[in-house]
T-cell receptor, first 117, second 114 residues
Framework: EAGVAQSPRYKIIEKRQSVAFWCNPI?????LYWYQQILGQGPKLLIQ????????DSQLPKDRFSAERLKGVDSTLKIQPAKLEDSAVYLC???????????????FGPGTRLTVL | SQQGEEDPQALSIQEGENATMNCSYK?????LQWYRQNSGRGLVHLIL?????REKHSGRLRVTLDTSKKSSSLLITASRAADTASYFC??????????????FGQGTILTVHP
């Protein structure tokens, strides 16, 4: 079974530029998550999709971050414009289950390491 | 905000020794999970323990959960150099519209020396 795929693996940009990350979850997984992991910290959830609908985006800085999940499969996360503090690893994860108040195991991709200069 | 707080922040041991990491959290949970992250790689799920369970085993891993103290521990027995990684606890909060929302702690960095 193929895992969660992410691209690119590394990205270096100047502040105020824009950047986009792509995620392809495990086939058949209904739920997709984007996390931000700053060096030395645990991952922080940015947004959670259930199929192609947003379940939770309470910690997404909506003035500069946006995300979409077209047709309930692939997802893109965009930052525009980037700030220095956005330097982090952006992790995508997916899980099989749907809504219902329970938690599945989450399967993580390798992440995209973003450096903002 | 981080729900889980791991202790210690860093742990250094010799191969063959046991490693114990602790996690404390603040609010009621549905379940608690432990993940491992090797340098330069994504997170890998290790074990999930539900709020009505007290202990769970998986290979060389043993997890305990004390909901009255809002704490959990992860024990790795007979550690190997390959166990060198960061270990995170993650909690799924009870009630509301959690729908699988995990809150991760800061992690414990484990180094196992050959």
């Amino acid at each position: 079974e193929a895992g969660v795929a992410q691209s690119p693996r590394y990205k270096i940009i100047e502040k105020r530029q824009s950047v986009a990350f792509w995620c392809n979850p495990i086939s058949g997984h209904a739920t997709l998550y984007w996390y931000q992991q700053i060096l030395g910290q645990g991952p922080k959830l940015l947004i959670q999709f259930q199929n192609n609908g947003v379940v939770d985006d309470s910690q997404l800085p909506k003035d500069r971050f946006s995300a979409e999940r077209l047709k309930g499969v692939d997802s893109t996360l965009k930052i525009q414009p980037a700030k220095l503090e956005d330097s982090a690893v952006y992790l995508c994860a997916s899980s099989p289950g749907g809504a219902g108040g329970y938690t599945d195991t989450q399967y993580f991709g390798p992440g995209t390491r973003l450096t903002v200069l | 905000s981080q729900q889980g707080e791991e202790d210690p922040q860093a742990l250094s041991i010799q191969e063959g020794e046991n490693a114990t990491m602790n996690c404390s959290y603040k609010t009621s949970i549905n379940n608690l999970q432990w993940y491992r992250q090797n340098s330069g790689r994504g997170l890998v799920h290790l074990i999930l323990i539900r709020s009505n369970e007290r202990e769970k085993h998986s290979g060389r891993l043993r997890v305990t959960l004390d909901t009255s103290k809002k704490s959990s521990s992860l024990l790795i027995t007979a550690s190997r150099a390959a166990d060198t990684a960061s270990y995170f606890c993650a909690t799924d909060g009870a009630g509301g519209t959690s729908y699988g929302k995990l809150t991760f702690g800061q992690g414990t960095i484990l180094t196992v020396h050959p």
